[in-house]
């Protein structure tokens, strides 16, 4: 089976530079054998991708496109931290917030963008649990914001 770093070249994709943290945090902390990322929005080379709520500027299909780019910048953090993704074991949790029009429902929906990309770079491993919320506002009037739980060897 060919390595996640393998597997993210296979998709087209290439993993980012770690995100700059916004604020007084560090993109991703370790404690034992488990890596929790702060939250990542969808930046590109420095830049917000999209900016609004879900169900209104922004919609369904995209949304879900801005949550699998949280969740490479999630990748990249974890990478930064334990060296490379084959000592990931398995994705434990990932939290999805989707700042959402007050009738938009979809979350769950949404947040499968970076579920999906899990499950495409991990295979078994990135089968996990999950919350998708929808929430007012985010940092910068992002769309998405994502944070994982790994546990690593």
């Known amino acids: 089976m060919s390595s996640p770093e393998e597997r993210i070249r296979e998709l087209g994709l290439e993993i980012p530079d770690v995100v700059a943290p916004l604020a007084s945090y560090v993109p991703a902390a370790r404690t034992g054998s488990l890596v929790y990322t702060a939250g990542q929005l969808p930046i590109v080379k420095g830049e917000l991708a999209a900016t609004g709520k879900v169900g209104a500027e922004i919609d369904p299909e995209r949304a879900t496109e801005l949550a699998r ?85």
């Open 69 to 153: 780019l949280c969740g490479l910048n999630a990748i990249a953090a974890i990478r930064a931290e334990v060296g490379e993704l084959s000592r990931v074991r398995r994705i434990v949790k990932v939290v999805g917030f989707v700042a959402s029009a007050p009738d938009f429902y979809g979350q769950p929906q949404v947040v499968n963008g970076v579920s999906d990309l899990l499950g495409e770079v991990f295979g078994d491993a990135g089968k996990h649990a999950r919350s998708a919320v929808g929430v007012a506002v985010l940092p910068r009037d992002a769309p998405v914001e994502v944070e994982l739980i790994a546990e690593v060897d």
